[in-house]
């Protein structure tokens, strides 16, 4: 015979009773855009591995994003895409050029749309001739302290630019303290946040990234700085010693297939926000399947966010946003 306490089904039978047995919904407060930006500057143009994404010239970006904000997009975070040849040498020297894309974007968003809160994803990869994320030595593995120099001057340097949040991706060691210190002598740490992707770990979702940003390795592969995918413990170790090196916000990557992460990120750093990135993997492949009839679009993207929202993140990155924005205005029924 059930008991009295076995019965569940009452408490949920109603839209507004199902409600009320979530921690937190979806808001658009919670959703930060990545975004390509080019130095092509009239370029608008399609990126084949993530249907529906572009890259943006510099004189498109504020057509592109207007009607973005007036649907209630509240951030962005930006990823420079240079395409011009000559641009990446072994030091990446480029990533924080005044005048690349990167710099313009920040300067152009700032004053176009001031209540846009403009984060900067900080890695060489986009502007290094091999493709890695750091600066190498003769033999080809990482100078981790010269990598972690220039990772900061270029995190300051957007930060000078206007951007109100830096987030390296690089995985280098002691990153953190060196950007964190660096935004301390600039005079910017009290007003910019460093959100850092502690828990990145490596593997096959990024590839269509790569293929938009234009930064995949040229020999070898990221798996010596990133975290191994089967990695719980690492993760748990990268995560606080970030917490100890000045992060102010954890970030979980990808999303869908480390939940179990995110779960332990907010577990771990009860006192942060926790930040999760769906990346463009996961992106590519709910919009793969949606359009071979698996399931409906919009169903599935609102229900993996419900899973983030439920492991525990306060931020998801997602190139669905502009989707998000759309379909939080429409009935949730
Ligand atoms: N730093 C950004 C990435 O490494 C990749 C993100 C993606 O695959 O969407
Ligand atoms: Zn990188
Ligand atoms: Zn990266």
Redesign the pocket.
Known sequence: MTTPNAILHGGYHHALSRSWQSERTLTKDMLMY?MFITDDANALEKIDS?PGQHRIGINKLKEFIAPLVTKGLRSVIL?GVPLKEGVKDPTGSRADDPEGPTILAVNLLRKEFPDLFVAC?V?L?EYTSHGH?GILRQDGTLDNSQSIKRIAEVAVNYAKAGAQCV?P??MMDGRIRAIKEGLMEAGFAHKVMLIS?SA?FAGS??????D??N?APAFGDRRCYQLPPNARRLARRAIKRDMEEGADCIMV??GMPYLDIVREASEIATDYPISV???????SMLHQAAAAGVFDLKSIVLESMTGFIRAGATLI?T?YTPDLLTWLDEDRA
């Open positions: 990545p993530l990823f994803d890695c990869c994320c987030a991706s690089d992707y990145k979702w990024y590839g269509p990234f790569r938009a940003a930064s990557k990808p990135y769906q990346v463009s993997g996961e992106y990155l190139y």
